[in-house]
């Protein structure tokens, strides 16, 4: 008995190596809220009456690594690639529009709908500091600048 109290207690005293740095992999679904307010782009005329607001979604990936500076504070930075653009869609309904029906000329309202479909993709780079609170949970504080690789890709259809 003894002896399996002293083997024991030997084993308290060693402490498991800790690696220098993590390395991590992360991916996200995004989905995002765009607010407009413009009626047409330059180089893209169109009879729209108003692009507002739309959502759309996206994806993001990238890999991160972490230092652990002390046991209560952790650098990690985040490199990744993400999309986050969204379509807009405005229908508009067009009063006493002239057809021929039947081989008769009549009017008729019609609806017809106001498209520009925005591509937005970014490069991003997000340092993070991470401090230690209540046991294991952590509060991270940093800045996620992000380069715009295709700020808009427009696709007007009416």
């Known amino acids: 008995m003894i002896v399996s109290i002293g083997l024991s207690q030997e084993s308290q005293d060693i ?16 989905r995002t809220i765009h607010t407009a ?17 739309t959502t759309g979604s996206g994806v993001s990936f990238g890999g991160l690594i972490e230092f652990e500076l002390t046991p209560f504070i952790k650098l ?5 690639f993400g999309t986050f653009g969204a379509d807009f869609s405005v229908p508009e309904t067009i009063g006493n529009t002239p057809i021929t029906q039947n081989g008769r000329d009549t009017t008729t309202p019609i609806t017809v709908a106001h498209f520009l479909g925005s591509t937005i ?10 401090l230690k609170f209540l046991g294991g949970l952590y509060s991270r504080v940093g800045l996620m600048p992000d380069i715009y690789l295709q700020v808009i890709s427009c696709n007007v259809k009416r």
């Open 37 to 53: 307010d413009f009626r047409e782009l330059p180089g893209f005329p169109n009879c729209c009456p108003k692009f507002a607001t």
């Open 15 to 30: 402490k498991p190596r800790e690696p220098l740095y993590y390395l991590g992999l992360y991916g996200a679904y995004n």
């Open 76 to 80: 990690q930075t985040r490199v990744g």
């Open 121 to 130: 993709n970014a490069v991003s780079i997000e340092p993070t500091v991470a």
